[in-house]
């Protein structure tokens, strides 16, 4: 490739920032290295070596403290979902020393917004590296590639897989304590590819943090004739009718313990059941459903006790003209369309969408002094529409066998696991599910954590449970890095 204006080499263009932020108990100096890592790709002709050539550029901001012991010091590899997500969420709304103010369900943050130091940044225990995959973010094939060669799922682990490989043998990271930390489909990307850097580059992890955790997307799909995801779907239903008062002054956790109880014994059986259920035995289960769910018994005897997600959160209260998010079911849309069947748009993604596009663009160049003309992609809906996951052809999307594999394979290696009661993109029960099956043996069962927040999907946008989430996570790694073991 000839290195001309029109067509220039690809090359790393990273800018160094130093930075200080209050904490609660002491002030923390660190540097911000930002900017696109170039991918390149060993080249063979006639089974002769053609070099390392360039095919994708790969935007990170990393995070290191200044004064610590880099070598050993923990590091966090962080990456949001989609597919088709750039890492913004997570890098401004929980883990990163800076944090976008967007509001909450009550009170969205109006324009033109703010950041903020964050006390309860994780860079406090860990290191942190936010990724960007390919098509998202400033993340682009080089000049002259094809970005469709990054948009599955065995292509997409491979790249993060050496973007992670390249940042630790450049900073000489191989004996720090790795983490990975997923969001939404991010948890499926971790956990598979816990599993691949094992196998492929060696590499151990001390832990995997998974947020608003899918990991069989069968779990939360409804395909015909196909009954498995209806209950694990209830309880997160129940929880949403309880936060708009369809429940009364019922206590949430007994409302939840019901439900789960519910969800898996006796709705399984009767829809198992179809025709041959009796009319009382029919009856019965209508009623408990439209009790738990806070739709009307009418609703839900005629969708045949099946009641998919995207008309849920468009039917419950349709009788005030409004719909509920699917990210985050406390929050509310108007719906132009009284008799629509499913919701014209999620409020919960779009009264805080704006607060992180602004937020990032600024910081970026601003505080990070990195510039681009790039349009920095937050969700990059033309690539995640082309995904492709043709390594499941006939079956569903899956990472629990290389999940599962990664533990036994790595017995050290710690699960923290976080639930927003409110989420119906990723339900809560459906992962339990999924946790429940993980082909593990028994003494590792304990390597699993779970934590249960009062928030949706991006859980970190309720306050309280951001604040309580940065001490868990905090938590987590302090207790899982072995940094405090004799070497000898």
């Known amino acids: 490739m000839s290195d001309t204006p029109e067509n220039p080499v690809p090359a790393d263009d990273l800018v160094r920032t130093s ?28 089974g002769k070596f053609g070099g390392h050539v360039a095919k994708a550029e790969v935007f990170l901001t990393a995070y290191t403290a200044e004064g610590a012991e880099g070598a050993t010091r923990p ?71 094809d970005p469709s060669g990054y948009h599955g799922f065995t292509a997409d682990l491979e790249s993060i897989g050496e973007v992670i490989r390249l940042w630790t043998s450049r900073n000489g990271r191989w004996l720090s304590p790795k983490y990975l930390a997923g969001e939404s489909y991010g948890t499926l990307r971790a956990a598979a590819l816990a ?140 719906e132009p369309d009284g008799g629509a069947e499913r919701m014209s748009d999620d409020a919960s993604y779009t009264r805080i969408a704006g ?33 492709s996951f043709s390594e499941f052809e006939g079956r569903p999307v899956s990472a629990v066998e290389e999940l599962g594999s990664a533990m036994r394979a790595n017995p050290h290696l710690k699960v923290h696991v976080a639930f927003g009661h409110y989420d119906g993109a990723t339900p809560y029960f459906a992962a339990e599910h999924v946790l429940a099956h993980l082909a593990i043996p028994e003494q590792l069962r304990g390597n699993i954590e779970r934590a249960h927040y009062p928030a949706g999907h991006m859980m970190y946008v309720h306050e309280p449970t951001r604040i309580r989430q940065s001490a868990d996570l905090a ?14």
């Open 19 to 46: 930075h200080t932020l209050r904490l609660a108990d002491r002030e923390l100096a660190y540097t911000a290295e930002t900017g696109r890592i170039v991918l390149r790709e060993e080249a063979l002709t006639d």
């Open 75 to 145: 590091v966090t590899f962080a990456f949001n979902g989609g597919p088709g997500s750039a890492s913004v969420w997570l890098h401004l709304g929980l883990l990163g020393p800076r944090r976008v103010l967007s509001g909450d369900v009550d009170s969205p943050a109006p324009p033109p917004y703010r950041l903020a130091d964050n006390p309860e940044t994780l860079l406090a225990h860990s290191d942190l590296v936010f990724i960007d995959p390919v098509s998202t973010g400033y993340s682009r094939a080089v000049t002259g590639g």
């Open 195 to 334: 599993s691949h850097l094992q196998e492929r580059h060696g590499m151990y992890l001390n832990g995997l943090i998974l947020l608003s955790a899918v990991l069989d997307l069968g779990t939360i799909s409804f395909p015909r004739g196909g009954d498995q995801s209806y209950p694990l779907f209830v309880p997160t239903y129940a929880a949403i009718a309880h936060y708009h008062g369809k429940h009364g002054d019922r206590p949430l956790d007994e409302v939840l313990a019901e439900a789960e109880d519910f969800a898996s014994r006796d709705l399984p059986w009767a829809l198992a059941r179809g025709s041959r259920l009796s009319g009382a035995e029919r009856a019965d289960a209508v009623r408990r459903l439209a009790s738990l769910t806070g739709l009307s018994e009418s609703y839900v005897d005629r969708v045949e006790l099946r009641i998919e997600h995207l008309r849920f959160f468009t039917e419950l209260l349709r009788d005030r003209g409004l719909a509920t998010g699917r990210l985050d079911g406390r929050f509310t849309g108007w």
């Open 355 to 387: 607060a992180y596009t602004a937020g990032f663009n600024h910081y970026v160049r601003e505080e990070l002094r990195y510039a681009s003309d790039l349009r920095y992609e937050v969700m990059a809906m033309d690539a995640a529409s082309r995904w």
């Open 475 to 488: 938590r987590f790694v302090a207790t899982t890095s072995n940094t405090d073991r004799d070497p000898g």
